[in-house]
Every structure is written in C-alpha cells, then in structure tokens.
C-alpha cells in the first residue's frame, strides 16, 4: 500500500480511519457485528466502518435498501417526522451504532479509489479473519449478520453454539429483492439480545 501511494494512488479510508471500527467498538460492549467485504471507493464515502458514510454524504444505494428495511420492520427512528429524518433526508453515519457495540467491520480494510475489490490479494482478511475467531472464541451471545456470499464464506470462523447467525443476500439493488427486504434481520437480532439478557442496538 506503502508503495500505491507512492505511486500517486489514492487509498480510502484515509490511513486515520483504517481501524476506525476498533477505535469505537469498546470489546466490553460489543454485541454485534455486522461484515462488509471492502470499503466504498468513491470519494468521500469510505469512513473505517462497513456500510457507513460520513454526515452529508449522499446515502449508498446499499445503506438506502439497509433503511428501507429498518422502515418496513417499523423501527419509530426511522420513519417519516422522527428526529432523524429532517427534510426527509436521514444521516448515513453509523458511528452512534458503533458506539453502542455494533462492530461494523470491513473484511478488506482498504480500497484504491474507484477501484472495488482493489485491496483484496493484500492479505488483510487474514487479520479481520483472525478478528472474527477470536471474538467467536472469548465473546458470547453475539449476532454475527452476514450479508452476501462473500460475507457468508466466513461462517465457519462462528462458534454457532455460542452464537447467532443470520444471513442474507446483500442489500444491493442487485439482490435485495431477493431477500434482503422482509429478512426481519434487527427485530430478530433485537429478539436475540435480550434472550441472552443484552440490551437491544436499534429502537
């Protein structure tokens, strides 16, 4: 990467952000996490977490559909006239979700700009492979929600006696309806976490 941007290349996230996931996820509180493969390559998008973009930016077609969902399962934050939704617009900052012990990892951390899957024969999956086991291996009672093949490849790495799986098709234009719309996936991770007597991440 060192050599990339050497090169002239432009690498997202900028290098503050890399593991920006880590920086608001404190280990005590983490009981989610939710897989995206490689971060967003346009400009000003790509922040350090899977699916989020920065406060201003235009809404991902992805994060639109992942709204859209948390609208039709009926989550009051997300409709029409609540705090969040001003001028009928909706911040596509994940950051408070973060916080509240969502991890929302990237398993490609990086990207060349313009250039999706750019960053994918590096090897960092091997580090955010490793991240996942190890979280299988000391945590329990989390809801891993793996979204695409791709994040669904990394299934075997989940203690599945300790631990919840659902899994999707990804929320893309390309295959959210065919089965990400109507797949009830944050009422039923709301549903898992107070079983395992943990507080709920989205109301």
């Given at each position: ?121 590096i ?9 996942i ?7 329990t ?5 793996l ?20 899994e ?36």
């Open positions: 990467m060192t050599q990339e941007k050497k090169s002239g290349k432009i690498i997202y996230p900028s290098g503050a952000h890399i593991f920006k996931a880590f920086d608001l996820t404190p280990w005590d509180e983490l009981k989610v996490v939710i897989l995206g493969q490689d971060p967003y390559h346009g400009p000003g998008q790509a922040m350090g977490l899977s699916f989020s973009v920065p406060d201003g930016v235009a809404l991902p077609p992805s994060l639109r559909n992942i709204y859209k969902e948390l609208h039709d399962e009926g989550f009051e934050n997300y409709q029409l006239g609540s705090p969040l939704i001003k001028n009928n617009t909706i911040s596509g900052d994940l950051t408070r979700r973060a916080e509240q012990g969502v991890l929302l990892l990237n398993s490609i951390l990086t990207v060349r700009a313009g250039e999706a899957a750019s960053h994918s024969k090897g960092r999956q091997h580090f955010t492979d490793a991240v086991k190890t979280i299988s291996e000391q945590k009672g989390v809801v891993f929600l979204r695409g093949a791709y994040a669904q490849s990394k299934k075997a790495l989940i203690d599945t006696h300790k631990h919840t799986i659902l999707t098709v990804h929320p893309s234009p390309l295959s959210a309806h065919r089965g990400w719309f109507g797949c009830n996936h944050f009422t039923l991770t709301n549903e898992y976490l107070a079983s395992v007597g943990k507080e709920s991440i989205i109301r």
